[in-house]
């Protein structure tokens, strides 16, 4: 039963969690701007620092798109460079400053809250994500060379050594994940060819990966109704198109959603089969235990005393294994966590209590009353001389 | 053997229960619906009954949707805030969301509402969508603005467009129940 219990309280916490770390408001994110192709693919590239971006947007036409009424900020970035397995992104200034990673969060550098450093301010300077700086084990002053492309075997930019000179404080978002050089930088490294070099300098020749966009709030805060119309005049385009992350997260959660249901049916049915497990044992036990009970009785113990035994038998075990189920269920988020923060930069907490964590004592209580109550019937229906007759 | 019976029947009863409980509204849509409580801010489109039975299409400005000659042709998406009538020209049949520019720099289209006999002109000027990459001559966005429209909230409008695919056609619109002849 506990492990059944450990299973459901696990792979909801999951999931809640999961659903709460990939829709939290788009991680902060109103709108991608991003070039033809898949959403998805621009958008697990954009805000998770996965896969690639299908492509390239120009400058210019990113700067007409911030002269929109309803579009109040752009901060654009240019992907497709690594460094030991996490992607470095050349990105504007202004990301670390006006950025909001989660509505009324901003990237800190903060020592207090675990940052050290400070921002880039020249070309051959970065900062890098809180979880990547450990995973690689960088410190501040130590340097790299950027990969041209987040394949093995892809090209080192062997002559552009880039120093560390801030590590962002943790924000529990994919960023933290992620390596982060001054966006003109991108076009100055050797090896990109004179017709991105020129970009540096001249805006109409400039190309970027996507930008992301900030939103005019109307009052209540909620979203100006008019990105419905920017976001279908951008995609009339054969430049660009205009993600918005709160309409793909949830498609994806469709497509893979299904997984959680198997892991949750999955966890379902072991507590089911543990409470049909449990009525077996009572069963068989009260058939061991006829002739104690039947001597109870003859000892003064009326019926209903009989019947209250069994019952309370089995509601101690349920509520026993209520409890382990739940410190073990939370032990298995845990580890769960350490591993999926390894890989995603998502973090999970074995401290998250989801709704059912509350109810999950009260129900396994309330099955294991009703499991109780046909072995407690024959228990109240014992015969006592029946039962009290030697055995020989 | 009865004890065994019985829970096998208490099994397959509580995985009947198991299976009844997988067929609810996942949160997912939960969550996608409860979007649509925020004020004017849900993130998916619109849908509009397009004519009188049948068939839907979106209408993705919150307009009503216009056959152009036939539902397969083309859609004129119209919609009128205070004062100001606003006409996208989309594709036909599911293609609503695709914009079809057209050559017209202008639109002059006759209106009547409902319950007047009066017919007012109305000119819908050519407003280049810049970041569809629209001219004007290859526009897709047409706009009209008069004093007289405030407060209206039905009327019929008919026009001619002189070339919606390289042709000459009419275009009726009935406003908000959309024009479908099909």
């Known amino acids: 039963m506990s492990l059944g219990a450990a299973l459901l309280v696990a792979v909801v916490s999951l999931r809640e969690q999961a659903h709460r770390n990939f829709i939290q408001e788009g991680l902060g994110v109103d709108a991608v701007l991003g070039p033809k192709g898949s959403p998805l693919q621009i958008i697990l590239n954009a805000l998770y620092h996965l896969d690639e971006m299908p492509g390239k947007i120009k400058w210019t036409y990113y700067e007409a798109v911030l002269k929109d009424p309803i579009v109040e900020e752009g901060i654009p970035f240019i992907t497709g460079h690594s460094y030991g397995g996490f992607r470095v992104n050349a990105i504007a200034e202004r990301f670390f400053t006006d950025f909001e990673y989660v ?8 020592p207090r809250s675990g940052g050290q450093g400070r921002l880039f301010a020249a070309r051959d300077e970065a900062v890098v994500g809180w979880a990547a700086a450990r995973a690689l084990k960088l410190r501040l002053g130590d340097s790299f060379n950027p990969v041209c492309g987040v394949h093995s075997g892809d090209p080192v930019h062997e002559h552009d050594q880039i120093q560390f000179v801030g590590i962002i404080a943790p924000t529990g978002t994919p960023h933290d994940r992620a390596i982060y050089i001054p966006l003109k930088t991108f076009f100055t490294l050797e090896g990109h060819g004179n017709e991105v070099a020129v970009m540096a300098t001249d805006p109409a020749q400039r190309e970027i990966s996507g930008a992301y966009l900030k939103i005019k709030r109307i009052r209540g805060g909620a979203l100006h109704p008019d990105i419905q119309n920017l976001k279908y005049t951008i995609n009339q385009s054969s430049k660009a198109q205009c993600v918005i992350p709160n309409e793909v ?11 959680d249901r198997v892991l949750f049916a999955m966890a379902l049915l072991v507590s089911l089969l543990s409470v049909a497990f449990l009525f077996t044992s009572l069963v068989n036990a009260l058939r061991e235990r006829r002739r104690d009970l039947a001597l109870i009785r003859s000892l003064g113990a009326n019926r209903c005393i009989v019947f209250g035994l069994i019952i309370t038998e089995s509601l101690v075990i349920t509520a026993f294994s209520a409890i382990i189920g739940l410190v073990f269920g939370h032990v298995l988020v845990g580890l769960g966590a350490h591993y999926v923060d390894i890989e995603t930069g998502l973090r999970f907490s074995a401290f998250y209590f989801s709704p059912l964590d509350y109810l999950l004592l009260p129900v396994m209580l309330l099955l294991g009353l009703l499991t109780a109550i046909i072995p407690g019937i024959q228990a109240y229906r014992l015969g006592v001389l029946k039962n009290l007759t030697q055995i020989s | 053997m009865k004890t065994y019976r019985l829970l096998v029947y208490i099994t397959n009863g509580f995985l009947m229960l198991f299976w009844l409980a997988g ?12 979007q649509c409580k925020e004020e004017h801010a849900h993130s998916h489109e ?25 539902c397969e042709n083309g859609h004129a998406e119209v919609k009128i805030t205070e004062d100001i009538i606003q006409c996208w020209f989309v594709g036909g049949g599911s293609d609503t969301g695709k914009a079809t520019p057209i050559g017209d720099k202008s639109i002059t289209i006759s209106i009547t509402t409902a319950g007047s006999t009066l017919i007012n002109t109305l000119v819908l000027q050519a407003k280049p969508l810049v970041l569809a990459e629209e001219t004007i001559g290859h526009c897709s966005y047409f706009e009209g603005k008069a004093p007289w429209l405030k407060g209206i909230t039905t009327f019929t409008a008919t026009g001619t467009v002189q070339s919606f695919r390289g042709k000459t056609v009419p275009l009726v619109i009935e406003f908000p129940k959309g024009y479908d002849p099909d």
């Open chain 1, 103 to 110: 509505p009324g969060k901003h990237f800190s550098l903060d």
């Open chain 1, 249 to 259: 997260l949830p498609q994806l959660f469709g497509i893979i959603g299904w997984a």
């Open chain 2, 23 to 34: 067929c609810q509204p996942s949160k997912m849509k939960i969550a996608e619906d409860s």
């Open chain 2, 46 to 70: 619109h849908g509009h009954h397009h004519g009188k039975e049948g068939h839907e299409h979106n209408a993705h400005h919150g307009g009503c949707l216009n056959a152009i000659v036939t």
